[in-house]
């Protein structure tokens, strides 16, 4: 999925999550995160961001401020998302919905 098919997916089905990839042809996936952060509709969105991308300080200073999570593609990743995925999915708020 290129960065303007995940902007159309999310726009038309609002997800309760996103695992985004910071390395996304046609727009990245900064410019995502910070578009979905400036929408009313998608400002609480969990975003876990998932990337292969050497990160400057600047950069993963903004990630940890407005992403769920950073996993990085380097180091073991899996059981850790995974944990952080059942942990949105099943916390009350979502279940009220």
Avoid: C
Avoid at 42 to 49: G, K
């Amino acid at each position: 999925m290129d960065g303007d098919e995940a902007r159309a997916s999310v726009a038309q089905s609002l997800p309760e999550l996103v695992i985004l990839d910071l390395l996304l042809p046609k727009i990245s996936g900064f410019e995502l995160l910070a578009e979905w952060r400036s929408n009313p509709r998608t400002a609480e969105l969990s975003v876990f961001v998932l990337t292969s991308k050497d990160l400057t300080k600047e950069e993963e200073k903004y990630i940890h401020a407005h992403a769920e999570s950073l996993f990085r593609k380097q180091n073991s990743w899996r059981e850790p998302l995974i944990k952080q995925l059942e942990r949105v999915v099943t916390s009350p708020s979502l279940e009220e919905a």
